[in-house]
């Protein structure tokens, strides 16, 4: 059973989409996405990208730095919508609010797509993440996880699971190719008598595939968060959000 919510919880929505390359873009080619994107996303911005590697020995520790080529960044008029554009891969981002995957998120991923492969002529996909951040204000300090949340804090019975802070991580395959990451992490308080989290999770398809093949590589990296979500909240959490619809 899947939920809309009136309140959706969400922070922020990216999806990346990275190419199999013979060899990755020149700086020159990121770049010329720039004006194919102006009219949508008119603030743009040009960075080198860099990969840092940490070196440890008995004697030292040596932080190097390889750069990585350029990289497109480009916002929309208000700030809400991003679009990126590397030497290997695209990004989509869309900050609150969020509108939907159907109303609005998934169209906006096709179009970038769309653009990026007939300007470069990519033709084969090896990845893609879709990744959801959530922020969930409780009102209730301190709080009783029960209550809000249908998962188990994972602690013996011996320590109070009211109040308190926590972290957790997990991944898992879901399915040949499919794997989850997911983060639940308490925030610093805010509010005297709030408490909140963060809920951060990342569906990706790893593999092989023909571009048309990703329409259907996305619908199926999408389908596992809403279930993923809602199995996570109690009935009262629901209420909170304004649940108002079942689909």
């Given at each position: ?26 700086p ?6 720039g004006p194919?994107?102006?009219q ?6 040009i960075i ?9 020995n008995?004697e ?5 730095t ?15 919508r991003?679009?990126q554009?590397s030497?290997?891969f ?56 029960a209550?809000?949340?249908?998962v ?11 109040g308190?802070?926590?972290q ?11 794997g ?18 963060l ?29 993923l979500f ?18």
């Amino acid at each position: 059973m899947k939920f809309k919510y009136k309140n959706p919880p969400i922070l922020e929505a990216v999806c990346e989409i990275h190419f199999e390359c013979a060899s990755p873009l020149s700086p020159e080619q990121v770049l010329s996405m720039g004006p194919i994107w102006k009219q949508a996303y008119p603030n743009q911005q040009i960075i080198e990208e860099k990969n840092f590697q940490l070196q440890i020995n008995l004697e030292s520790a040596d932080v190097k730095t390889q750069m990585m080529g350029k990289k497109l960044i480009a916002r929309s008029e208000d700030e809400t919508r991003i679009a990126q554009h590397s030497a290997t891969f695209m990004a989509i981002n869309q900050l609150k609010p969020y509108q939907g995957w159907s109303e609005s998120f998934r169209a906006d991923i096709s179009a970038r797509l769309t653009e990026s492969v007939n300007l470069f002529k990519f033709d084969r996909i090896r990845a893609v993440n879709l990744r959801y951040i959530d922020r969930l204000d409780f009102p209730q300090r301190p709080i009783v996880w029960a209550a809000w949340l249908a998962v188990g804090l994972p602690i013996p019975s011996s320590i109070p699971a009211t109040g308190g802070h926590f972290q957790s991580h997990y991944q898992q395959e879901l399915e040949p190719g499919i794997g989850v990451l997911t983060n639940l992490v308490t925030l610093p308080q805010e509010n005297a008598e709030q408490t909140s989290i963060l809920f951060d999770t990342i569906v990706s398809w790893q593999g092989s595939s023909s571009v048309s093949e990703c329409e259907a590589i996305l619908e199926k990296v999408h389908a596992p968060h809403p279930k993923l979500f809602d199995q996570m909240l109690t009935d009262k959490t629901k209420a909170l959000l304004g649940v108002f619809e079942v689909v």
